[in-house]
């Protein structure tokens, strides 16, 4: 096996120099199975380059990446295995920085088959490096945290540490189309050119890309792919029957990776591809069409990781229709794939969209709570149900979804978007991982609480203690965590991503789903450590980078939708400002601006009652305008516009206030890079100065027409007297 070359495909996170280290010294690979010989390729390509060894058996080596099974283990491996466990023992940080927190404490590696089928130890001793791990998969993460580390790797000695993922399933779900889609096109969301899978109805062909995609992200710790979108149309239906070649060819392209491959299912396929007449969960028909069909999907690709399903969500197909609900659903598909260790994602993506406007009763960010909160308890165990982090839909500031505290007897898996269908997309710089960072590190009851890190992980004995007003504690009985999942953003672009600075997103959402405490800092520094490994003046370009992105989803939210409110974009394809562009539709996105006030009351007081979704404190810090936060105002409350907020400023002045300093923040972040000409490579800076370009533009668009609206609206002038149309 070789390591996909792309000679004209940026290399991301994983460029030639990023392995110099390692490929500049010995490195001997013990042990067998296919993704060792990916480690030994990915070594041997590194040796040639630049003249390191493959070292034998018996050979002196500076690196030892071997499986514990592996004998003989050369003396450095074999002093790390028989350490006493709680000498190897130690945090799993994953993190080349050391900056980690809040991963899962390490197996000890004296204890062989303590690491799992995908963790390994790390270790230097006597000035040689060893990477053990107990299954292959190991290995390779092991062979991609040396390649982070680069010549740290090498220096002094280093304690033995553990390292095993937080989450089990770490996955991608790609929003792409065979046939390009008369209105989303060929990626629904997606800013990167086209898909790297599929092109104009048929498979894109060159699984060279989809390889090298699957070393990026085996390289971040991702381990499942979705390969369509999750609104199944009549072409991509097919995937599940007679396409389904093409996507064995995907699985086989990305299982030298680790990489296993999920296929979006129509609900309703027994009836499009089945021929039957209903497609009614509990109908016995319907079941043994969907065993025969998944029984044939296994005896095509073996190790499929399952279905993912959006059911009555905007239009697709569901239970509904048959009077079912979401757990009949989701447990048919469950059973039939139970066989084979597969796994049914289930999106909670589930409301009405075909609102009344006038209604305002009816409250979109209670739909999923209200759907799937009765229905816990109901799953089957690899029935994973998948909720949005935030109870709209992926909005530049939402409150963590209720749902992911409500369903203690479910396996959750909560969903992010690192396509950034609200957040610039991929025009605008916008760091994600400190959002990410905020939602995993919410404790839905509180600080003595687990946080969603933990809800998400499972299996690390949170349980729901009804003597202690239904709250978690430590001491077991959760059900096992369904992982993270976000909505990726690469097409066939060269640059991956569109913006070659998006690339830092998809790195940091694999990561976090590998240790979920990282901080956002550190890992934007190991990005930028591994992607612009060779150039002039490294630490220049480090700082005007952390410059340009550590607060850029803070600047974007300042020049956009404020204090929480939500849905200001552009109907439709999303982009750009539009204060009223879904105020009167039926997709149940309002912000209730009028000439006194603005905002959503979702009190139980007197609002929607989505405050009572949340556990305690939660539902009272929402509820009460004196703690809820200033941030999420206006998702709770509708106040008027001299309401003061918790900085001292009024609702109206901090509107015009941040939408001054957000187009400024742009314009500042232009500058810095303008100054960065010359430290990389000209067509990368040339990419990004056009998207900076685009984005000082948009953002003082967005300043000027959310000024104009709100000081129209309100008639209240800026206290400044800066300009306002
Ligand atoms: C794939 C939002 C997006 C849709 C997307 C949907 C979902 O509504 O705008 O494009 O559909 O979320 O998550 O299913």
Redesign the pocket.
């Known amino acids: 096996m070789t390591t996909p070359d792309l000679t004209d495909v940026h290399p991301a996170w994983l460029p030639p120099e990023a392995f110099r280290a390692i490929g500049s010294r010995r490195t001997l690979v013990l042990g067998d199975g296919p993704l060792v010989e990916t480690v030994r390729a990915e070594v041997a390509q590194a040796c040639a380059r630049y003249d390191g060894t493959v070292a034998a058996p018996g050979d002196e080596a500076d690196l030892v990446l071997a499986l514990t099974t592996a004998t003989p283990l050369p003396p450095a491996a074999q002093a790390l295995l028989d350490e006493p466990a709680d000498a190897a023992s130690g945090a799993a940080t994953g993190a080349a920085s050391g900056t980690a927190s809040g991963a899962a404490s390490g197996a000890a590696s004296g204890a062989v088959g303590g690491l799992g089928d995908e963790g390994y130890v790390l270790a230097r001793l006597g000035g040689v490096t060893v990477v053990l791990a107990d299954a292959p998969a190991g290995l390779l993460y092991g062979l991609f945290h040396v390649v982070r580390l680069g010549e740290q790797a090498f220096g002094a000695d280093r304690p033995a540490r553990a390292h095993r993922p937080a989450m089990r399933r770490r996955m991608l779900d790609h ?1 792409d189309n065979i046939d390009v889609h008369p209105v ?1 096109g060929q990626v ?2 997606g800013y990167s050119g086209g898909s790297i899978f599929w092109r104009d109805g048929a498979a894109a062909g060159d699984l060279t890309r989809v390889r090298a995609y699957a070393r990026l992200l085996a390289a971040t710790g991702v381990n499942a792919i979705s390969v369509n ?3 199944v149309h009549a072409t991509e239906a097919h995937l599940l029957t007679d396409r389904l070649g093409d996507v064995a060819a995907i699985a086989d392209a990305v299982r030298p990776y680790g990489i296993r491959v999920h296929l979006s299912v129509n609900f309703a396929s027994p009836i499009a591809l089945g021929g039957l007449a209903t497609a009614d969960p509990l109908d016995e028909d319907v079941r043994a069409w969907w065993a025969a069909t998944t029984e044939r999907v296994y005896a095509t690709i073996p190790d499929f990781g399952g279905y993912v399903v ?1 059911a009555d ?2 239009g ?1 197909p569901g239970p509904f229709a048959y009077g079912r609900t979401h757990a009949d659903g989701a447990n048919l598909l469950a059973g039939v794939l139970a066989p084979y260790g597969g796994v049914v994602h289930w ?1 909670a ?1 589930v409301y009405n ?1 075909r609102q009344d406007w006038r209604d305002r009763s009816t409250d979109r960010a209670r739909a999923a709570f209200d759907h799937f909160a009765p229905l816990d308890g109901q799953f089957h165990d690899n029935a994973i149900v998948q909720v ?1 982090h935030g109870p709209l ?2 909005q530049t500031r939402e409150p963590v979804s209720p749902v992911i505290a409500a369903m203690p007897a479910t396996r959750l898996a909560v ?1 992010l ?1 690192v396509t950034q ?2 957040t610039g997309q991929q025009r605008h710089v916008c760091y994600l991982a400190p959002m990410w960072r905020e939602v995993l590190g919410f404790r839905p009851w509180g600080q003595d609480g687990p946080d969603v890190a933990a809800l998400a992980t499972g299996g690390q004995a949170v349980s729901r203690s009804l003597a202690d007003g239904g709250r978690p504690a430590d001491g077991g009985g959760l059900a096992d965590g369904g992982g993270l999942v976000a ?1 990726s953003n690469v097409g066939d672009d060269r640059y991956w991503t569109g913006h070659p600075l998006a690339q830092a997103n998809l790195y940091a959402f694999g990561r976090l789903a590998w240790v979920p405490g990282l901080d956002p800092t550190a890992l934007l520094d190991e990005w930028i450590g591994l992607t612009f490994a060779a150039g002039p003046d490294r630490e220049a370009l480090g700082r005007t980078l952390h410059e340009m992105m550590d607060g850029s989803w803070r600047t974007y939210e300042r020049y956009t939708a404020p204090l929480g409110v939500g849905f200001m974009v552009r109907p439709g394809h ?1 982009y750009g400002p539009d204060v009223d562009g879904y105020e009167y539709t039926p ?1 149940g996105t309002y912000h209730f601006a009028d000439r006194d006030g603005v905002g959503v009351d979702r009190t139980r007081a007197t609002g929607t009652g989505y405050t009572g979704q949340y556990p305690q404190p939660w539902s009272e810090v929402y509820e009460s305008l004196d703690t809820c936060p200033d941030e999420l105002l206006l998702f709770f409350h509708h106040v008027p516009y001299g309401h003061v907020l918790q900085s001292g400023s009024t609702v109206i002045q901090h509107i015009y206030d941040t939408h001054f300093a957000g187009a400024e923040q742009a314009a500042q972040t232009r500058l810095r890079w303008e100054k960065a000409e010359g430290l990389v490579d000209p067509a990368l800076w040339a990419r990004v100065k056009e998207r900076l370009d685009e984005q000082v533009r948009s953002a003082e668009e967005w300043r000027d027409q959310v000024n104009a609206y709100f000081f129209r609206k309100s008639g209240v002038p800026d206290a400044h007297g800066r300009r306002i149309h």
């Open positions: 929003w989303m629904e969301r979108n999750v609104n959006k969500s905007e697709q999106r993506f969209h949005k839909d992926f969903e978007q269908e609200y909505v999303h997709w």
